[in-house]
Every structure is written in C-alpha cells, then in structure tokens.
C-alpha cells in the first residue's frame, strides 16, 4: 500500500524465495531486492535528489534499463510495494462474524507487524522519504487510489456488498487516508512512537464513527 498507503512496495514485503518458485522468478526477486537496497543506501548517504538512476544501478551491478525495467520511475522504487496481498490476507483470515470495520482494524495490524518484523529500518527512511520529497508525496496519491481497489474488495466480500458502490468507496478512502496520516505523524514526531500504537489509535477514529 502507498505511503504505507503511499506504501505501493517496499523490501520487507518481497516475497521471499520459495520451492514454488522457478529460477527466472527468483532472479527477479533477487534483482529487485538489489536495486531497493542499493538504492536506499544511496538515498541515506547522498539524498533522494542527488542520486540519479545509473549511480542506483551501478551499485546494483545492474544496467540503468534493468532498473527501468522494474521500476519505471525513480520514485518507483520507494513508493512500489506488495503490501496489498499481504494486507487483504490478513483480513480475510479474520473471523467471518467479526464486525468488518474490526476484522479491517486486526487484519491491518496483522499486517503491519508483519512488515515491521522484517525490516524496520528501511520502513523508517521509506516513510521518512514519503514525507520529505515533493515528487514522491505527489505519486503517493496514485498508490493510494491502486490499493484501493484490493482493499475494496476484501471489504465487500467480507459485509456482502458490491466492491464498486459508494458506501465502500468511501470506507475504503478513509480507511487509506487514516494509514497514510498515521505514519506521516509517525514521521513528523520523529519515528520515536511504537507505529502499531499509532496505527491502531488512527484507525480507532474511524472505528467510533470520527468521534474526537
């Protein structure tokens, strides 16, 4: 998810290599978790600007094209990410009498405590460079809207519901929006908060009907 809604893909959410996969596949894997990770270095030490796409790709050991190839845009390789598989399982593996807005709420945690576990550091400069850099604030809006549309459906399945009628639309932005300012504030407080503390007090609000 983008942002973390900005989350569209980050490295702690690469699937990892299993018996089900093929070698091309997992050469792919591993070039994608190449570049994140070269990239991220070099974000860290030189600034998101002041890294330019071959200097990624070199220290990838790969070719500027390659880079391309995967992510088509610099600001890609922030803000790409399969979050929302992960996401929709983790609510859909929630008790069917659960109240959806708490299966949504549990299933998101599920999923956050996830990510975290496996790499907390480059959630942290990920999220950092969300709210620091014009151009990937601005792209954040277009990996909001893609998860969308699978969080949308996990939540009609679960009430019953067609996924394209307003009520979930709606449900499903506020639920995006609530992640998303969430971990901006995480951010801006200086990343010293415990995010699932954050995470679910954020979709509290939403929970008690944006009461405050």
């Keep these: 998810m983008t942002g973390m809604a900005a989350a569209q893909t980050s ?18 894997i591993q070039t994608r978790q190449a570049i994140r990770r070269a990239a991220y270095r070099l974000f860290a030490e030189h600034g998101y600007d002041a890294t330019p796409v071959d200097r990624i790709a070199e220290a990838a050991d790969v070719s500027p094209s390659t880079v391309f190839r995967y992510f088509p845009t610099k600001e890609d390789i922030v ?29 998101l945690l599920t999923a956050m405590r996830q990510i ?17 850099v014009p151009a ?6 277009e990996g ?29 932005a506020a639920i995006l929006g609530a992640m998303q300012e969430t971990m901006m504030y995480w951010v801006d407080r ?22 405050l």
């Design 190 to 211: 200086g990343q010293t908060d415990d995010p699932l503390a954050l995470m679910e007090r954020g979709l509290h609000v939403l929970g008690r009907g944006l009461v």
């Design 11 to 28: 490295p702690a959410a690469e699937p990892e290599p299993g018996p089900r996969l093929g070698l091309r596949e997992r050469k792919k």
């Design 116 to 132: 975290l576990d496996t790499d907390l550091d480059e959630f942290r400069q990920r999220m950092r460079l969300v709210r620091e």
């Design 144 to 172: 909001m809207a893609q998860s969308a549309e699978p969080l949308c459906r996990v939540l009609a399945e679960r009430a019953g519901r067609p996924a394209a009628d307003l009520e979930m639309r709606v449900a499903t």
């Design 79 to 107: 803000l790409t990410d399969e979050y929302d598989p992960l996401v929709a399982a983790a609510i859909l593996a929630r008790p069917a009498d659960e109240p959806p807005v708490e299966a949504i709420r549990q299933g």
């Design 136 to 141: 990937l604030r601005g792209r954040s809006a």
